[in-house]
Nanobody, 119 residues
Framework: QVQLVESGGGLVQPGGSLRLSCVAS????????MAWYRQAPGQERESIAD???????RYGDSVKGRFTISRDNAKNTLFLQMNNLKPEDTAVYYC?????????????WGQGTQVTVPS
């Protein structure tokens, strides 16, 4: 089993920055993919950024150019640097780690961290 613990959320004014962290209970080098999702009240969970084992990154259109995903395998940590935050970024942010077990992709999730950007 894998535990993921997010931190770094909080209240920030529009235009501000936050850096989210997700610490894994085992080496992040074992995950073929790690990602950040978010879920706003009354909305479905959406993928906003992901990073492969080899370091390739992808971003959702809503965060492209403002958010940066990175991983530090030596520290078993996934990061999300969020700049120029907007009220529409308000959501609970979740970390996901995907591990290939034989032929099956298995996902693990953190408990989430709240980010609030007041309007």
């Amino acid at each position: 089993q894998v535990q993921l613990v997010e931190s770094g959320g909080g209240l920030v004014q529009p235009g501000g920055s936050l850096r989210l962290s997700c610490v894994a209970s085992r080496s992040t080098s074992t995950f073929i993919l790690m990602a950040w999702y978010r879920q706003a009240p009354g909305q479905e969970r959406e993928s906003i950024a992901d990073i492969t084992h080899s370091g390739l990154t992808r971003y959702g259109d809503s965060v492209k150019g403002r958010f940066t995903i990175s991983r530090d395998n030596a520290k078993n940590t996934l990061f999300l640097q969020m700049n120029n935050l907007k009220p529409e970024d308000t959501a609970v942010y979740y970390c996901q780690a995907v591990k290939l077990v034989e032929t099956e992709m298995v996902s693990f999730w953190g408990q989430g961290t709240q980010v609030t950007v007041p309007s």
